[in-house]
T-cell receptor, first 116, second 113 residues
């Protein structure tokens, strides 16, 4: 079984400061990993995904994440926070097994607040 | 190209009733997955359909069911609604395989009173 743990349900940063959202995964097979963002009353938008091509993954809006197998982590970072980054962020894992269905297992989410 | 369309956006139902939610995937996407999002349980996988066949199912009671049509549009049905079924129901479409991006709709907000 696979699972995702997001440390910190709420994170506050000042505008211009580094954003770091933590994600640790558990999977019995090499995983696919994703970060999604959700704005109020909206669906989920993909920020970036790891599919084994490169351990450092760059996404949209200046976000990036690094896959660290030894630490089973996939933390999301952004060098400089913007007010528009305030949203809820979800880390998700998908099974890599052949013929796998599209089943994402999500973390509990981290609400990011950006302070002026 | 058009995104994933979910209808209706908002729904209010009475306990004991049944409800049907609709999802139109992105053109060319044959996989449609459904998720339930609640403040207490977070995002939970309901089921996935591919080419009109249910490929995988989450841990939900039999009151939750779904189907997919030949044009890949999908519906999910919840019978005998309970207060705890109040949630945001999200539909996601993708091409195939675990490494492809799932595109999410804006969701249907179901309130059971």
């Amino acid at each position: 079984a696979q699972s995702v743990t997001q440390l910190g349900s709420h994170v506050s940063v000042s505008e211009g400061a580094l954003v770091l959202l933590r994600c640790n995964y558990s999977s019995s097979v090499p995983p696919y990993l994703f970060w999604y963002v959700q704005y109020p009353n909206q669906g989920l938008q993909l920020l970036l995904k790891y599919t084994s091509a490169a351990t450092l993954v760059k996404g949209i809006n200046g976000f990036e994440a690094e896959f660290k197998k030894s630490e089973t982590s996939f933390h999301l970072t952004k060098p400089s926070a913007h007010m528009s980054d305030a949203a809820e962020y979800f880390c998700a894992v998908s099974d890599r097994r052949g013929g796998s269905a599209r089943q994402l297992t999500f973390g509990s989410g981290t609400q990011l607040t950006v302070l002026p | 190209k058009a995104g994933v369309t979910q209808t209706p956006r908002y729904l209010i139902k009475t306990r004991g009733q049944q409800v049907t939610l609709s999802c139109s995937p992105i053109s060319g996407h044959r996989s449609v997955s459904w998720y339930q999002q609640t403040p207490g349980q977070g995002l939970q996988f309901l089921f996935e359909y591919f080419s009109e066949t249910q490929r995988n199912k989450g841990n939900f009671p039999g009151r939750f069911s779904g189907r997919q049509f030949s044009n890949s549009r999908s519906e999910m049905n919840v019978s005998t609604l309970e207060l705890g079924d109040s949630a945001l129901y999200l539909c996601a479409s993708s091409t195939a395989g675990g490494n492809t991006e799932a595109f999410f709709g804006q969701g249907t907000r179901l309130t059971v009173v």
